[in-house]
């Protein structure tokens, strides 16, 4: 199985400020990978696919990069709507698996 | 609109059974692989299941695999997940979601609350 490991955890920060996720394969899964927000009471909703595609409406402050083993997510400049918990997801192996999130948090 | 809701969740006792549906609308569900994924209340997301398109394959997560049943029916735009011999750990907000072709998932319902418990 394939194991995301994200970091930080938790990221204390400003509306404003940048923010940058990562997230750690355990082995090499080219660029299958997705990004996903999550507010409190709400089901996820997917921000990027394929490591830096922006999903349909996703606001250009978000984007991703990375490949292989390596990935992050950027928030260029937090608004207020995006303090929330991030997810990264793999789809190159079975059985699919998430990371553990980081809470983004003021 | 594109809409998935699932219902079928409530409180059950260790080693019963239960099944959940989740009813697609808005979209061409005979299109689209369609996945269970699972949250524990404060924790993190789980994967659970997939049913291809077609239901032509299926695929589990081990901490399910051999007591969770996936299937859909596309003449009524239903999916399905039948649980038996529940345990505590499968206490969890159970979500469907749709796949789209770069694997990910782009809509997700609300979610219905499983609870294990004597």
């Known amino acids: 199985e394939i194991v995301l490991t994200q970091s930080p955890a938790t990221l204390s920060l400003s509306p404003g400020e940048r923010a940058t996720l990562s997230c750690r394969a355990s082995?090499?899964?080219?660029?299958?990978l997705g990004w996903y927000q999550q507010k409190p009471g709400q089901a996820p909703e997917l921000l990027i696919y394929?490591?830096?595609n922006r999903a349909a409406g996703i606001p250009a402050r978000f984007s991703g990069s990375g490949s292989g083993t390596d990935f992050t997510l950027t928030i260029s400049s937090l608004e207020p709507e995006d303090f929330a918990v991030y997810y990264c997801?793999?789809?190159?192996?079975?059985?699919?698996?998430f990371g553990q999130g980081t809470k983004v948090d003021i | 609109q594109v809409q998935l809701v699932e219902s079928g969740g409530g409180v059950v006792q260790p080693g019963r059974s239960l099944r959940l549906s989740c009813a697609a609308s808005g979209f061409t569900f005979s299109g689209h692989g369609m996945h269970w994924v699972r949250q524990a209340p404060g924790k993190g997301l789980e994967w659970v299941a997939v049913?291809?398109?077609?239901?032509?394959?299926?695929y589990y997560a081990d901490s399910v695999k051999g007591r969770f049943t996936v299937s859909r029916e596309n003449s009524q735009n239903m999916l399905y997940l039948q649980m038996d011999s529940l345990r505590a750990e499968d206490t969890a907000l159970y979500y469907c979601?749709?796949?789209?072709?770069?694997?990910?998932?782009?809509?997700w319902g609300l979610g219905t609350m499983v609870t294990v418990s004597t």
């Open positions: 979601a749709r796949e789209i072709p770069s694997g990910t998932f782009d809509v």
């Open positions: 394929d490591a830096s």
């Open positions: 049913i291809w398109y077609d239901g032509s394959n299926k």
């Open positions: 082995q090499s899964i080219g660029r299958s």
């Open positions: 997801q793999q789809r190159g192996f079975w059985p699919r698996t």
